[in-house]
């Protein structure tokens, strides 16, 4: 047999089989209704290859580690660690190993993890498959499905490639987990226009979705990774990981520190050669600033802040996949939300009911209030709703039910079982005569039932078609004729339905004067009387308004991008505040006709995407982050995968999402609820402020070190601590206080703060500023004291012991001022972190010891000094707070007092 198709394994371009006649593309692919030949399939395996995913190669572990180590920070980190090992200082050569150590560590495993996201796609192909070769039904592993292949479905099969329908009979399709739409897709085999969005490719099933019901047989067009499955695991291979936010701002915070230690220490160490110390004593000088100057501590301090943060978010249903996601989100200024199980509760329940002119909405009844007459319009309508149905429920809990068949046929029983009614009862009275089932053609069912010795019609459909089968409607004065004014008022009811996002369904029924006579198939319903209108809709999560308010306060955008219908995205984002009820919302179909440079503009306004495909999706999240902005995506289906990956952060559902996109994500969402969200970003900011905040009292403090080691050189001084005084002074008072400022607990207003900018650094020009001023009055003070204590004593052993101890000091209270960047220190109670509160009395404490025990006097060349010594170091030290608190108050006044 013969293949046109030209190049191996790949089909053309211009294939687009949902646009042409079954019969067009059964030529294309060069087989029938009756399947490829044997050997055909075999030799088409070859040129096609295995129909599944492609696997990528496993990244090496020792690449991983590697890549751990390439960053700025680390550079220095291994610079000191290499210089204090060479003057023989192991204790900090063994804390720095720690700290590159725990950071590889860390790294290593988030990375791995991630590599693991198109693997899961592997789970969603179906393992076995039912085929036509040479006219004979053959049962093979759905992997040597080939292009051509006709397959065979029914109700429960998972679709293991991309088919083109050529036959389906009530044929009903969950498309969920591709285009994000809730209720199942009705097939049939009709060619559709070449620019129909993939969601409404009504002749196409795509590999991982699943048959709800019906029957049906198709040609197979696309196997493997050119199936939509394999297409999303291209798009997830091929997004680059980015740098997050955090990761940015440390590698310049890193660039610009190793510059500015670099410059000081080559001018500290000319300028001491230049008044006549020795290369080697200037030497090991310059080396002590440097390891005293840099914040070794700072990727500790990172790690456990960020650890903190994860524990505190796996307690609010957020479990954190990669580490640095946690602050990411708390930097994010869109949140791009899927509508399907994660803004709503992703199972369609119906919301009310019109008959006889009254409205029935099903969440306010109570049971005893419902009449027990079957011939009541309410009663009626729940009774026709029942008995046109093909499902079946169980009631598992106070709420919740087991659902067997299509979940919209399943929400009316749930309507009447909270009425009150059980459909096996109602269907046990009311035996089948014969039914019309539902099909997309005739846009109605229909069951004719034995009720007593008379045979009823019940029907339920699409309004305007059950209307047009009836004759009178029931209104509340009785049965009256079905007018063009009722019909108007009808229609006008149901349109206003529709436009709230409800899925609307017409009731209607017939008294039969004699029995149906159904031996020759049942006859089209006709004089029947319509009873009235069922709304229903995938209704919104508890919580998510008031989460999403929440959001707008801390001036985050929040925008769904779904794949659902235009008006019901819209509904569902007026009634959640993202869109107002008039807003426009963009469709696939128009986005398809945009550049890049427009959809840039379009994002700009726009909160409400519809008709959406993986994608285009991902050109939305594309779009935001050329604009600037900071993205995080939700979602839990395939279709969201690709964009997970892309957003800065990706928050995926655990309990409803798919293995992709579990893989794919940084952050899981427990509980499925978007109200989680809005606590991890509370999260995030609060592990960025503690990280913001510890960075500077260790920039500070190394600044101090610096200048009074500069400003000692500049005025011929000696040098006022020896190399060992230095590193036991960024051992004992950073070595613990930085650390136990990862444990400060969120202020109540960080909610109420704007976003980070992207290009806004770890240090903030104000704490910039504070870092001058802080090191100034440190060096210069501590300088001050050491120039006291050697004229009035002569030794220089005890000035070098008084300015170490004023230097302890200095940072035990200046650590207070640091816990805020605008609070004041004062209205910080000390219990709110006792683990602070512990690092400073331990680091006092251990100095202090450190000054009378023999062992530690030979160490650091120090030496006890009496009370009055002391004193005068604590009183120069306390100056800090004051000059601190100076500053805070008249940069913000307003904050200093209420505090961010």
Known sequence: MHDPLVEPGVLPQAFMPHAMTAEEVAAQLNTSEQGLSLEEARRRLQQYGY??????????????ILHQFQSPLIYILLAAAVVTLLLGDYIDTVVIAAVLILNATIGSIQEYRAEKSVRALMQLTAPHALVLRDGKEYG???????????????SGVRVPADIRLFHATALQVDESLLTGESVPVYKQVAPVPPETPLADRANMLYSGTIVVSGRGRGYVVATGTNTELGKIAGSIRAQRVEETPLQQRMRRFANTIGIVIGISCAVIFALGLAVGNSVVDMFKVVVGVAVAAIPEGLPIVLTITLALRVSAMAKRNALVRRLHAVETLGSTTVIGSDKTGTLTENRMTVQEYWTAGEWYRISELQQHEVPRDDEHPFVLALLTSVLTNEAHVRRIGEDEFEIHGDPTEAALLIAALRAGFHHDEWRARHPVVSEIPFEPELQYSASIRQRGEEHWMFVKGAPERVMRMSTRWLTPDGELPLDEAAQAEIMAHAQSMAERGLRVLGLAYRRCTEPVETHFGVPQPSELVFIGLVG??????AGVLEAIRECHQAGIRVLMITGDHA????AIAAQLEIAPPDAEVVTGVQMERMNDEELRERVRTVNVFARISPEQKLRVVRALQANGETVAVTGDGVNDAPALKAAEVGVAMGRSGTDVAREAADIVLADDNFVSIRHAVEEGRVAFKN???????????GAASVLMFLFAVLLGLPMPMLPAQLLWLNLVTNGLQDVAMAFEPGDKSIMRQRPRPRNEGIISNLLWERTVIVGFLMAVATLWLFMYEYESTGSLTRAQTVALTTMVLFQNFHVGNSRSEFRSAFLLSPLRNPFLMFAVVTALAVHAAALYLPVTQFILRVEPIELEAWLRSMLVAMSVIVVVEAHKWLRHPKLAREGI
């Open 140 to 154: 093979i592993e759905s992997r040597e499905l080939v292009p051509g292949d006709v397959v065979l479905l029914e």
């Open 567 to 570: 008006a019901t995205a819209r």
């Open 691 to 701: 990280v913001r905040n510890a960075t500077f009292f260790l920039i500070s403090t």
């Open 536 to 541: 229903m809709m995938d209704p919104p999560r």
């Open 51 to 64: 129909n599944e995913i492609e696997q990528i190669e496993p990244i090496s572990v020792f690449k991983i």
